[in-house]
């Protein structure tokens, strides 16, 4: 289901000195955590839920007992059996759930990504099924669609153009003020922020999501399944991260499951397996660090510790990570 999936969490340890299990925002976590609770002492015979958020994602984890949840996104339902401490349940935005079989032992922790709101709460199934359904019907409005694409999806931004031989299949979210080239094809699990340039022959697979200023090359091609075997499909694809004001460089290849940081560039034709930090550049099969650019793009030069770029800006490596400074 788009929007809701187990995650399976990395285990440290063994039987012998039991486990331990780290989980990182944007990392483990698909996003940056700014809310923590958690749910216990819960009668048998209560359910609770039945809402949805409009816009919080969630992580829900099983630290103890069991539970059942029943999530819906208006086209198909689910039941999940909460009861292991190394998986996570993701939740989205837009699933209706609720939660029952309550075992008296449960703590449930909930990993958010918003502080509380109760505006983003829908707890009316039947306002649930009629929000869904304006989304599936919103006409979308300045638009540029080349008569020869077909689009499908109706959430992509104003000042947006999509170029002839392009597909985009229903679910997709695509921002505003986007250029997507000819002969692209975006798949339904992909969100795809502002001021994105697609350029021609990029395939854009289910559990890859793009932010905002980013530059795909032409013919950047992206991994979603790392072990592909052909009719055989994974519980879910591998999510990759490509951040802001990053850019893609034309025929790169890009691993599944990895985080592309910040303004970093990635050399044309690289092969990158492992994630990229925020303004490093990286190039080659596999590709390697060479140094960093500026966030525009200008190669950055060190003198005294510090890196200057000729456009005035200035960065410095703070805890092993690059931040601007003035
Ligand atoms: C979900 C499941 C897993 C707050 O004041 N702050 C908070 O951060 C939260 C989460 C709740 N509240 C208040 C709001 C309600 O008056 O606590 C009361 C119960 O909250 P809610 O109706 O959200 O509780 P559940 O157990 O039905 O659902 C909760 C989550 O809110 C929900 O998103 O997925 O846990």
Known sequence: MKNCRI???KKIGNSDVGFLIALEGNREVPFNIKRIYYIYNVPKEIKRGFHTH??????????????????????????????????????????????????????????????????DYIRDYEEFMKYKNNKKNKSIKDVFIHDKAIVDSRSIGAGTKV?????????????ENCNICEHVFIENDVKIGNNVTIKCGVYIWDGVFIEDDVFVGPCVTFINDIHPRSKMYPETFERTFIKKGSSLGANSTIMGGITIG?????????????????????????????????????????RNNIYKCKCGKSYKIIDSILKSIF
């Open 262 to 302: 910040s303004y970093s560039t990635i050399g044309a034709g690289s092969v990158v397996l492992k994630n990229v930090k925020n303004y490093e550049i990286v190039v080659g099969n596999p590709a390697k660090p060479i140094g960093y650019n500026c966030q525009c793009g200008a190669k950055l030069k060190k």
């Open 7 to 9: 995650i399976d969490f």
């Open 54 to 119: 409009k816009r919080l994602e969630q992580v829900l984890i099983c630290m103890n007992g069991s539970v059942k949840i029943k999530v819906d996104d208006g086209n198909e339902k689910k039941i999940i059996e909460l009861n292991d401490p190394s998986k996570g349940l993701y939740i989205g935005p837009g699933v209706w759930r609720e939660m029952y079989d309550f075992n008296q032992n449960l703590v449930l922790l909930v990993l958010a990504s918003e502080y509380y709101d109760e505006s």
């Open 163 to 175: 170029w002839g031989f392009t597909h985009i299949l229903p679910d997709a979210e695509i921002g």
